[in-house]
């Protein structure tokens, strides 16, 4: 595994050096996974392109109403956070190809803001496999967007965080340059997560479209942005179970505003803050 | 896999090159294409100046010319700074420190950068007024700077976005910098610039130009006035989050004009206004739309005061007025608090000549004696103003003159009230004043004060020639 990284790190020096023509490349329409080096699950079984305009695919996805009372977390969704989500287009909606997902700031049921989390659950779910997904994010202070999973709690029989959470990215608004991704388990919950961030030197999240994926498999999850593999983690690195060996996980994609963990908007965060997502794509390893 | 990975890696590179060819195909460049040849180094300052020639150095108007030197004994991670010594208020070589920083000869090409960056640290915590770059002392076309930077005593990273680097192909402004002493009581400190240089940073997002700090304004204006927007700024955020704003010379906005036949738009921004009507001013920069805008309103052709007779400068003390040498006053408006309301001063400027309004008028002063020499009058026989009422006169209105002498010491006061018979709607109106006629002005040697009071039952006004003569 470590030879492994030792690749990456070289392929991603002759990127940089090659920078310009990457980004003519990009331009040109390529398929983006000849640029991928996480190529080991390659067979690809379940994708939303976003190319149907309006509400999300109801074969795929569905909505976290609320502001989370009513609900296992109970409201602020176990964090503190400020937003009433809502299926509401203004919130939520497919245009020129890419989902939006809409953080405003607005009285509504009780709440300052609102916004919208989509999910898999009960619609795809699979174990092991690669998840990835091609977003630009929102930025600003108290803005917490996230692509990430969750085990599937067995009709409510088990809870978290013994189902396991997966988070492929995570960013707060007020750094930009900078993304996280995350395990959380029992022993290692919530600011106990198994955590690494990826920070970019001379870009931005905000400004463009990123690829943000891991590669799933039997005992590690590798991290990666772009071409970048940035960490892995195994049951080595865990102080508690391993839970990801255990069943099926469903997707989350989902703009919080405020919470614990990146604090509360401010006067200067501008709103409405967009997250565009181009595509979620699954593949499974050709193997399994 | 490795090395089926390096081979994907080595495609990638070739079908780039491939790209690069095919555009360059399709737009091929004309015989008459000269390519710059302007320098892009990104360097100013880092142990010593680079690139700037031997003559660079400019200091402003009125500021300590020897406040800027190159410090040998310290630096960021050098052992090499510029030093700034802000000298104290009352320095009699220069109460602040300001220069330009000119690069001798031709421009930079500074198309390549996104901000300009620096070190810096002071000799105690400090807000430095201004800071920026694209100040020439020639057109200053693409002047950007940040106000009330806070330096503190240990070095950090300061940067400066660029509002539109695509405009700075030939830049001769690398820096500028302004910093006195309002905050420090008068008394002067020491700061350090080090590492100075554009940088393509590429973490500086989110530009938000804005005008008038996003609001809509209005205002009036007359044939033949010219102006700009006056405040502008763009904000960028950082990878730090913290969002920084830059206030940028006209010249980086693409102005619009929604009637170009009323206010026309020429090179740098300006605003012309030609014809009647009804114009609003909006800008992109760098193809963001910024919010807020002018909407000027024009009256027509503006009817000036007539012009005062020609006068020996000796039988004349002009307060305010293009015809003559007007003394020094303190202001055209004290904006006396609590209860005055009247707004406006000498903020009217039309074909060569400055005219006041004033609007919400109750009362209000022209100040001759806090810090300049109040007007000895001894001499003179006659008070004269030409005053233009902007509204219907009812009968009731007036406009009662005070002239005060010795303000704050042993005061004398005369008046002379103008009855609304006397006014004209619209219209100029010249008063020619015996000094005998100011009831109980019984001194005039120290005269500091000339007071226009209607007590609101006239709010707008225009005021020109104010001056006392000798008949």
Redesign the interface.
């Known amino acids: 595994m470590i030879k492994k990284n030792k690749?990456i790190m070289?392929?991603k020096t002759?990127?940089l050096v090659?920078f310009?023509?990457?980004a003519?490349?990009m331009i040109?329409g390529?398929e983006t996974d000849?640029?991928q080096?996480v190529a080991t699950f390659t067979e690809l079984v379940m994708s939303d392109e976003f190319d149907t305009e309006g509400a999300p695919n109801n074969a795929i996805w569905n909505f976290d109403i609320g502001n989370g009372e009513g609900t296992a977390a109970g409201p602020g969704w176990g964090n503190g956070e400020l937003q009433y989500y809502t299926d509401r287009a203004e919130n939520v909606t497919v245009q020129n190809g890419v989902l939006i997902i809409t953080a405003k700031e607005e009285q509504f049921n009780g709440s300052n803001y609102t916004s919208a989390k989509l999910l898999t659950k009960g619609k795809f779910e699979q174990t092991y496999g690669r998840f990835e997904a091609r977003i630009k994010l929102p930025?600003?202070?108290g803005i917490w967007p996230a692509f990430w999973l969750l085990g599937d709690d067995a009709n409510g029989s088990e809870v978290w965080p013994d189902i396991g959470e997966i988070d492929i990215m995570e960013y707060i608004?007020?750094?930009?340059?900078k993304v996280f991704g995350t395990v959380h388990g029992p022993g290692y919950s919530g600011a106990e997560g198994i955590t690494k961030s990826f920070e970019?030197?001379?870009?931005?999240f905000?400004?463009g479209f990123h690829i943000f994926g891991i590669e799933w498999g039997p005992d590690y999850i590798n991290y990666y942005v772009d071409d970048v593999l940035y960490n892995q983690i195994t049951p080595e690195d865990v102080p508690g179970e391993w839970v990801f060996n255990r069943g099926p996980f469903y997707i989350i994609l989902n703009v919080a505003v405020g919470g614990a963990l990146p604090g509360s908007p401010n006067a200067?965060t501008?709103f409405p803050q967009n997250m565009l997502v181009d595509y979620v794509r699954v593949y499974k390893n050709s193997y399994n | 896999m490795?090395n089926r990975?390096?081979i994907?890696?080595k495609i990638?590179?070739l079908?780039?090159?491939v790209?690069?060819i095919n555009?360059s195909c399709e737009r091929e460049l004309s015989d008459e294409v000269e390519f710059a040849t302007n320098s892009a180094a990104g360097e100013i300052f880092t142990d010593s100046p680079i690139g700037l020639g031997t003559n660079f150095y400019f200091p402003f108007l009125g500021s300590k010319a020897t406040a800027w030197t190159v410090d040998d004994s310290q630096g960021y991670e050098s052992q090499s700074s510029m030093r700034f010594d802000v000298p104290n208020a009352n320095d009699p070589e220069g109460s602040y420190a300001g220069a330009i920083f000119r690069t001798d000869g031709a421009g930079r090409d500074l198309t390549g950068y996104d901000a300009l960056t620096f070190w810096a640290k002071a000799s105690q915590g400090v807000v430095i007024g201004q800071l920026g770059f694209g100040q020439d002392f020639l057109d200053n076309k693409y002047q950007a700077h940040i106000e009330n930077v806070s330096f503190s005593t240990n070095w950090v990273k300061y940067v400066i976005p660029i509002p539109d680097a695509a405009k700075l192909f030939e830049e001769r402004g690398m820096f500028w910098y302004s910093a006195g002493t309002q905050d420090t009581g008068g008394l002067g400190y020491t700061f350090w610039i080090d590492e100075l240089k554009f940088e393509?940073?590429?973490?500086i997002?989110?530009p938000?130009p804005a005008l008038y700090d996003g609001e809509d304004i209005e205002a009036q204006s007359f044939v033949g006035t010219d102006g700009e927007v006056n405040i502008r700024s763009v904000t960028f955020?950082l990878?730090?989050?913290e969002?920084v704003s830059v206030v940028p010379a006209p010249s980086y906005f693409d102005w619009t004009s929604s009637e170009p036949s009323v206010v026309s738009i020429g090179d740098f921004g300006k605003l012309s206004v030609i014809g009647s009507g009804m114009a609003v001013i909006t800008a992109t920069l760098a193809g963001v739309e910024a919010p807020g805008s002018l909407t000027i309103e024009v009256l027509g052709a503006f009817e000036a005061a007539p012009t005062p007779p020609a006068r020996d400068s000796g039988d004349v003390i002009s307060v305010f007025s293009n015809a003559y040498t007007d003394v020094s006053v303190d202001y055209y408006n004290g904006y006396f608090a609590p209860f005055q309301t009247t707004q406006g001063q000498n903020d009217i400027f039309i074909n060569g000549d400055n005219v006041i309004n004033y609007t919400d008028l109750n009362f209000v002063g022209i100040g001759t004696f806090v810090d300049v020499a109040p007007v000895n009058a001894n001499d003179m026989t006659h008070f004269y103003v030409d005053i233009n009422v902007r509204e219907a006169i009812q009968s009731g209105d007036f406009i009662r003159l005070e002239l005060i002498n010795n303000v704050g010491g042993t005061e004398t006061k005369g008046t002379y009230t103008i009855d609304s018979s006397q006014l004209l709607e619209e219209e100029w109106v010249s008063f020619d004043i015996p000094l005998d006629d100011f009831s109980g002005l019984t001194v005039r040697n120290q005269l500091g004060l000339i007071f226009f009071i209607s007590d609101a039952t006239i709010s707008n006004i225009y005021v020109d020639n104010v001056y006392y003569y000798k008949e």
């Open positions: 690749q070289r392929i002759m990127l090659s310009t023509f990457a003519v490349f040109s390529c000849e640029t080096t930025w600003g202070q608004g007020s750094h930009p340059t970019l030197k001379d870009d931005r905000d400004t200067e501008v | 490795k990975r390096f994907y890696t990638t590179f079908l780039g090159l790209f690069i555009v393509k940073l590429g973490t997002g989110q938000r955020n990878a730090s989050g969002n």
